[in-house]
């Protein structure tokens, strides 16, 4: 491709509200353009490089058995008002009417139309398992839009659906899945995790996220130091045994703590330390009060609140709602005397002796507190989130955070919507079933940002070379000068014949333009042809290592061989 009669409108300044590397370098690079908010133009550069992620995305979807099939964006009302999802979502789902005043959704995802279409397609157990996937844009009207392709209200995703009439089936899918993602992500070259993950609103249990490691990361990732557990933080469950002093039980006392509300501040006034104090926090489960109790020097995981209550909603309760039932103040919150309401503790609460806690009286906390003389809980449970330094639940290491870019995210459905849509089949005795299904989601644009995050340095982008947009930059200093213009048409032919996807910078332009404009696109070798042409000399310039060779014409085709497959 001859640089001239392509559209790469580099940058050298950095835009200002461009606040991550991806996406200054993937703006200044000429790769994208923003058209408004969190939507953006793919330029032919972007273009390719998400061709060669979709193309990997697709060896590995059809060699675990998945079959591509593209549905519409325009889906009807109705397909969500079936599974209730039309009522639950709120503006984030992009709602827009036809001519006749009929109501649509641009897809934010495909469950409601894959499974009303394989309803009605597909009637027989022996038609099952059946997998399809897609790779289509979606729109997700995002409160916050941010960091370019990586949070996005039009972004491109591969989703795939999988049928089944028995368990075991989805899991043998769930397990290929899993196995095809990893393959997906180390193709990309991308530091991943697979972690435990929260399904969320989507229902079923077992989920996992893949995780791009990355300091911007919005998600936060618990891992052991010294085995392959990983979980979201939101997930990460906490196994460990909370030893018991075996100091002599104190007299409860209650005593005057005039304004001290935080733990820190209660625990310093009382000379004692957070890990004796029990913290009490109000929340609402749907419309359930529950009083929760954690260690002080813990916090309450209120998705793992969420999951034992399988509420719906879970949020702690307003300081009004918190006065009306315990008739106190937020910081003045204890289990002793909380008679008419619910209390669950975290497992490490009940280790406590002689402990801390709130009198439910405002300026007034317990001292000497323990677990079962002076508070029963209707339950201990695991409701903590996990801290760095935890032991890992799998017992091998301890417990490491790190951030993460989700990329990938596969689910085990269940029923939840075969049942609302009524997809059903006969099964081998003639009797009906819902279908059981898995769903499996990769961010496609989200991975061409999470490799321009993981691959750059201070000039620009540095693609992997089974990603990058051309294989070779050829660079003429100057066409006006015949040998240069001679010997790079010549060795542009050469590279092309030789089955290379060669960048030829034939520009009028300065040379210290194009090199910094190759610097910025990050093209895996370099290849210039300067003031040695007449010699058939030029230079090689490996973009990853920075290594600068010079190499007469006969040896290029085997030293960029060399060099590419080293890389
Ligand atoms: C919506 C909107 C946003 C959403 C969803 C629906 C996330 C929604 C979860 C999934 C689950 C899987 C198939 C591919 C893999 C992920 N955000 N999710 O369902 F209407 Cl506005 O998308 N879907």
């Known amino acids: 491709m001859r640089q001239s009669m392509t559209l790469i409108p580099t940058l050298r300044e950095i835009p200002s509200d461009a606040e991550v590397k991806s996406h200054q370098l993937l703006l200044r690079a000429g790769f994208i353009r923003q058209n408004a908010s969190g939507v953006y133009s793919y330029l032919p550069l972007a273009q390719k490089v998400l061709r060669k992620i979709e ?256 509420a719906s909603s879970v949020e702690l309760a307003s300081p009004e709602e918190t006065k009306a039932v315990l008739g106190c103040e937020i910081g003045s919150l204890g289990p002793i005397g909380a008679s008419n309401i619910v209390v669950i503790a975290d497992h490490a609460v009940e280790a406590i002796v002689n402990g801390v806690c709130g009198a439910n009286e405002e300026h007034f906390h317990y001292i000497n507190v323990n677990p079962n003389r002076d508070f029963q809980v209707s339950q201990y449970a695991d409701l903590r989130f996990i801290q760095e330094g935890d032991p890992s639940p799998d017992g091998k290491g301890q417990i490491v955070f790190a951030k993460g870019i989700e990329v990938g995210h596969v689910f085990k459905l269940g029923t939840r919507y075969s049942e609302a849509m009524n997809a059903t089949y006969l099964d081998e005795n003639g009797r009906t079933q819902p279908m059981i299904m898995g769903c499996y989601g990769i961010g496609v644009s989200r991975t061409l940002a999470a490799v321009a995050e993981q691959f750059n340095d201070e000039n620009g982008l540095i693609w992997p070379v089974n990603l990058a947009p051309f294989d070779l930059h050829l660079i003429a200093v100057n066409m006006k000068d015949q040998d240069q213009s001679a010997l790079a048409e010549e060795l542009y032919e050469l590279l092309k014949q030789n089955r290379y996807d060669v960048l030829f910078d034939e520009r009028q332009e300065r040379p210290g333009v194009k090199f910094a404009d190759s610097d910025l696109i990050g093209l895996p070798v370099r290849i210039t042809i300067g003031k040695k042409a007449a010699e058939g000399i030029v230079e090689l310039k490996t973009r990853k290592t920075g290594e600068v060779q010079e190499v007469h014409k006969e040896e290029l085709l085997n030293t960029i061989s060399k060099i590419v497959t080293n890389l």
């Open 55 to 310: 193309n990997i995305v697709r060896e590995e979807m059809n060699n675990a058995g998945a079959v591509e099939l593209l549905m519409p964006a325009l889906q009807q009302a109705e397909f969500w008002q079936e599974s209730g999802r039309w009522y639950t979502y709120g503006p984030e789902l992009m709602r827009l009417k036809d001519r006749h005043d009929r109501e649509f959704a641009l897809g934010a995802t495909h469950e409601e139309v894959i499974t009303s279409l394989v309803r009605d397609e597909v009637k027989s157990y022996k038609r099952l398992p059946l997998t399809l996937y897609q790779i289509q844009t979606k729109f997700r009207d995002e409160k916050r839009p941010r960091f370019g392709l990586l949070r996005g209200r039009e972004f491109i995703m591969k989703d795939a659906y999988s049928f089944h009439s028995n368990p075991e089936s989805l899991d043998d899918v769930y397990n290929k899945m899993y196995q095809a993602y990893s393959n997906v992500f180390s193709r990309c070259q991308l530091d991943f995790r697979a972690v435990i993950a929260d399904s969320g609103a989507m229902g079923g249990k077992d989920t996992h996220e893949f995780m791009v490691l990355s300091e911007i990361g919005e998600d936060t990732i618990a891992y052991s130091n010294s085995s392959d557990f990983a979980a979201n933080i939101e997930m990460a469950p906490v196994q460990m045994i909370y030893e018991k002093s075996n100091e002599e039980l104190k007299a409860l006392e209650k005593v005057e703590t005039i304004n001290k509300k935080t733990i820190e501040e209660v625990a310093s006034f009382l000379k004692t330390s957070a890990n004796k104090c029990i913290k009490s926090l109000l929340f609402k489960a749907d419309d359930q009060f529950i009083l929760v109790l954690v260690r002080g020097d813990h916090e309450v995981n209120d998705i793992k609140l969420k999951n034992i209550y399988e």
